[in-house]
């Protein structure tokens, strides 16, 4: 029986996310169902100003910030006003200096990848540093983290350290450059702290003895916050005008919250310019015994801090960008799908892509990139494959390091954990790449309807701060698969070509000091 009027259609409300990352920055609406409502995208330049070198233009990375938070939501058909917050999302361990009166940076900021500070790492670790601050950061001692490259700013750009004992140079990772000149705020969260190699894991504060050990001075470095906060991180200006900000969170912890693993023993691996994966180990700081490193997940508000096992492999889409910058070998990222498909396997060779040396689980500084086991027969779709075929080991690598810590992480009842593995990042829509995971791995890898989940953990941080959404439940109900690949091969095939992957790796380990 019609009564003569309608429910009134729900006014949808929208979150914006930036998502900063080591090739581009992008912006993604989001509305409250999760759906990406439109998107704008700018890469900026990578410096090499000497080998080991990588460097950004912090000042390109915020107007090309601005390029893509108005362009977005020019295509989305949006203003400011219509956002309800918004969330960032960032490479973590970039680091930089700016002037407080000035804004302007100092110098480039150096990017993870940037691997100058190579023989201070390997000071610190002959004078016995490491166990220390491993077990107050719970991570190695690697350029790869951000307070050796800061002392190597304070030390190396004119009149840096003295300014910052005027107090007139602020300091920080990209979120932190990013807030500050969105809003004023001179703060960090808990995930992006952590990966300084200055916060101390357990207090989720700087801790003195590490500022004294790299001889960072505290009162140039951000404020530490929640990474899902309504007002700690203050309300945009600008292009932004009027809309708070209230999510923050490294890139990789990011991806974890948008691919909802919330529980203990849910692990995702996100594919981009390296490889990150993360198991959630809930409240639990668990100390790697097989080369991951503990890292904060996330903090939402004043609850306790959720902490996480990761293992970060340092190339992998960059390899591929290196076979089309550098080699000339594809004209396009996405070539690699038909070419890799072309030829049945990788002709018996294999490609260790240590550009930056290997991160987890070796943590080699001194290993450089390899292609080993090539004859005659080896044609461009053989190496193109082995590029593939490397992203893929190395995940191998990381996941066999996470098995083996599953007892003491407690993740042993978390529902048969590993037995699948969530993806997520621009590699995945892949197929080929996907599929050869599955099969390397011999377990099914799932990928989520939105692969762009680094932005949408952003957008949830952010969203859960204003009630956009409630709870951590209503988010892991939105997660919905797209597909799921199932591994192929047999046994013998994979173990056969993880032993050749494993001598590869012993040929690229130690080169710098042969």
Known sequence: MHLGYTTPMAIPRYIAAIDSGTTGVRCIIFDDAARIVDYAYA?????????????HDAEEIWTNTRG?????????????????????????????????????????????????????????????????IRERTGLPVATYFSATKLAWLLDNV??????AARGEVMAGTIDAWLVWNLTGAHVT????????????????EWDDDLLRLFNVPRAILPTIVSSSDAHAFGVATGVLEGVP?????????????????????????????????????????????????????????????????????????????????????????????????????AGGMYFVPAFSGLFAPYWDA?????????????????????????????????????????????????????????????????????????????IPVVRPIISETTALGAAYAAGLAVGVWGSLDELKQQWRADQVFMPRWDDARRKTGYIGWQKAIEKAKDWESR
């Not at 004119?158 to 300014?163: H, V």
């Not at 209230?246 to 990789?252: E, F």
């Open 366 to 442: 001194t290993a450089r990139g390899a292609l080993v086991g090539m004859t005659r027969y080896i044609t461009r779709a053989h190496i193109v494959r082995a590029t593939l075929e490397a992203i893929c080991y190395q995940t191998r690598d990381v996941l066999d390091a996470m098995r083996m810590e599953a007892p003491s992480a407690q993740l042993a009842d978390s529902g048969a954990p590993f037995s699948t593995l969530k993806v997520d990042g621009g590699a995945t829509v892949n197929h080929f790449l996907m599929q050869l995971q599955a099969d390397i791995l011999g």
């Open 43 to 55: 890469e900026h330049r990578q410096i090499y100003p000497h080998p080991g070198y990588v460097e």
């Open 245 to 345: 900000v209230c999510g923050v969170l490294g890139d990789q912890q990011a991806a974890l919250f948008g691919q909802a693993c919330y529980a203990p023993g849910d692990v995702k691996n996100t594919y981009g310019t390296g490889c990150f994966m993360l198991v959630n180990t809930g409240a639990q700081i668990v100390a790697s015994r097989h080369g991951l490193l503990t890292t904060p997940a996330y903090r939402i508000g004043n609850g306790p801090a959720a902490y996480a096992l990761e293992g970060s492999v340092a190339i992998a889409g960059a390899a591929v960008q290196w076979l089309r910058d550098n080699l000339g070998l594809i004209q396009r990222a996405s070539d690699t799908e038909a070419i890799a498909a072309s030829v049945s396997d």
């Open 189 to 204: 969260d808990v995930t992006n702290a952590s990966r300084t190699q200055l916060m101390h894991l357990r207090a989720l």
């Open 158 to 163: 004119p009149g840096a350290r003295q300014a």
């Open 68 to 132: 893509v938070v108005g362009a977005a939501l020019a295509k989305a058909q949006l203003t400011p006003a219509d956002l309800q917050a918004v969330g960032i999302t960032n490479q973590r361990e970039t680091i930089m200096l700016w002037d407080r009166a000035t804004g302007k940076p100092l110098h480039n900021a150096l990017v993870w990848q940037d691997t100058r500070t190579a023989d201070v790492c390997a000071r610190l670790t002959a004078d016995g540093a490491e166990a220390g």
